[in-house]
């Protein structure tokens, strides 16, 4: 075709094409690098929502939190009085508040199969929830002080142990409003737990030992020792064989608490985490598989230990004060911590 016959473009249609300089030239160049080199993201390990959330909501600090026997909802309490039950999938929403203490919630766990929840209050109460309803249906009333700790039986009988500054230890029937009997502490109690068939239960408090108590002869079995501040927090491992304390010692203890164990039952200690001049009950929790253990931590880290190697294999930042209470799930990778920065935190781990 001849060039001559070809319609030439208007001025308006032409645009100009700028040359590249070198440096531009080399800037694109490492920008091309740079996109190659991005990782992938790391892959999901559970079915939450993003792999950390934050649940905002509480007017005041955090002490306890806990999930729920199936998976499905946690629940959390602490200064506010208030009791919030969360949803752990979708968007983490706030399903329902429960009122009815006039004192700090200090501790709450769901019972066993997860119909109700267990509180305990500085209003010298404790109470039960119902679930569905989120009215109280129960309110105890025996603690002449400050009620620090409360924990739900496993199995057998619906039991709940407390303790309180009160010095007592007290058994209650879930169906019945008052208390079974008291056991009578020397020192005030800040951390209770029943073993795996409730027959016996382990106490801490001020004195810095941990207690094991025989429900029917209602007395000390034996005291195992080797803390050297105040119990906070006292755990049972899924299988019932091994107790985990928290203590304001900076550390971390398993005990072995299986009938016959030689009479040196301390077979762990885990140290790196911190309490401070605020002196919270810092619980702590299992895992499900019994891998590994975490505690709260005054230096706004939660902290969690592989059992066997007593490594720190986690130490997840996020909260801007104590972290006063951690709760794994009983399904999944995933981990709920609640603080005195008025947040709960649920994340996923490996």
Not at 63 to 81: I, M
Not at 151 to 164: C, D, F, N, T
Not at 291 to 296: A, L, P, R, W
């Amino acid at each position: 075709m001849v060039m001559e016959n070809k319609r030439k473009a208007e001025e308006s249609a032409l645009v100009s094409v700028q040359k590249k300089s070198k440096n531009e030239v080399a800037l694109s160049s490492n920008k091309n690098k740079q996109v190659s080199q991005l990782q992938p993201a790391p892959a999901r390990t559970s079915n939450l929502f993003a792999p950390i959330m934050v649940c905002e909501g509480h007017e005041g600090e955090i002490f306890s939190v806990d999930f729920h026997p199936e998976g499905q909802y946690f629940a959390s309490s602490g200064f506010d009085r208030k009791i919030f039950l969360w949803s752990v999938y979708g968007e983490c929403e706030n399903i329902s508040v429960m009122t009815g203490h006039t004192g700090a919630v200090t501790e709450l766990h769901f019972t066993t199969e997860g119909a109700n929840i267990i509180t305990a209050s500085t209003d010298h109460t404790l109470g039960l929830w119902d679930l569905v309803t989120g009215e109280r249906i129960k309110k105890y009333k025996g603690h002449t002080s400050f009620v620090n700790c409360a924990q739900p039986s496993r199995r057998g009988p619906q039991l709940i142990v407390s303790g309180g500054d009160d010095s007592t230890v007290r058994i209650w029937d879930q169906r019945k409003k008052q208390c079974s009997f008291s056991m009578n502490s020397v020192y005030q109690t800040t951390a209770v737990s029943f073993n795996d068939t409730a027959e016996n239960v382990f106490t801490g408090g001020i004195d810095n030992d941990v207690k094991v108590w025989d429900l029917r002869k209602r007395e000390i079995l034996y005291t195992m020792k080797g803390h050297t501040d105040t119990i906070t927090g006292l755990a049972l491992s899924a299988d019932g064989s091994y107790l985990l304390s928290n203590s304001m010692d900076n550390t971390l203890r398993i005990w072995d608490v299986r009938p016959y164990a030689p009479s040196e039952r301390c077979v762990k200690v885990f140290s790196g985490h911190q309490h401070n001049f605020e002196k919270n009950l810092l619980r702590c929790a299992w895992s499900p598989d019994g891998n590994k253990v975490s505690g709260g931590s005054a230096d706004r880290f939660v902290y969690i230990w592989d059992t066997t190697s007593r490594r720190i294999i986690y130490k997840l930042p996020g909260h801007t004060g104590c972290v006063n209470s951690v709760a794994f799930h009983p399904n999944e990778p995933i981990v709920a911590s609640g603080g005195s920065d008025k947040m709960v935190y649920i994340g996923e781990i490996d």
